[in-house]
């Protein structure tokens, strides 16, 4: 979704196709440390977007801990060593914003990781997006002068939109409640039960605002980029600046389809942190600010569904 996103936005920006070194996961396996040697010797890449990690739900997450935790583990370190052994000067890793405390202070700055205990369900993936910034950082502590490297890194909260995994039970909280509506709707189900008790808020972030926020922080003058960052925390983080209750959204993805039955809620059910709000200051004093209103996005997301995967 994002890489997809992140190739659009490079391409609306007058990149030319020839100029981009595509691969899908059939083509290369990033945990595969001699498939992605080769793969950075052979096409010896100018600049490295990172979008590939393995990413669910509080399911998924639960399900697959020791899945979560080794694969982003070893994607994030595969692709940093091999893009400083062959050359690449600049390199851009796309974390999550649940590297954050469960219970930090809203909203969420970039200082305040590393400053409490992380939230359980996701925390094996928490700890390897924690490692993907920490990688970039250690990079470029050691080799930024002598070889010229400049790695950054952006967290992104949640996002949605074309491109996005609708499977039943292992994708994010958007495509799973379209998905879960759309067939309600086509069985005229009277009622739709939601995962836990729908008061937690999340914020969520149209894939095209991050892909450009992406090739935004990529471009930035390294002067500017130290200027706002410091070489121990130089995460940016990225998001819309205002987040919505489940509940909230759960009303608004039922409108977006057509939906009329009622909602209920399953408190028995995890809801995960009670809240997470991105502190964006940074990147807007930067620069760039979120463009697609929630609204917006879900129809522009149902469509997609629609097209793709209905």
Sequence with gaps: MVGSAIVRKLLASGHPASQLVLRTHAELDLCNQAQVQAFFAAEKPDQVYLAAAKVGGILANNTLPADFIYENLMVQANVVDAAFRHGVKKLLILGSSCIYPRLAPQPMAESALLTGTLEPTNEPYAIAKIAGIKLCESYNRQYGQSHGIDYRSVMPTNLYGPGDNYHPQNSHVIPALIRRFHEARASQAPKVTIWGTGTPKREFLYVDDMAAASVHVMELPKALYDQHTSPMQSHINVGCGQDVAIAELAEAVGHTVGYK??????????????????????????????????????????????????
């Design 261 to 310: 039955g009622s909602i209920a809620f399953d408190p028995s059910k995890p809801d995960g942190a009670p809240r997470k709000l991105m502190d964006s200051s940074r990147i807007n004093a930067l620069g760039w600010q979120a463009q697609v209103a929630l609204q917006d996005g879900l129809q522009r997301a149902y469509k997609d569904f629609l097209k793709n995967h209905a």
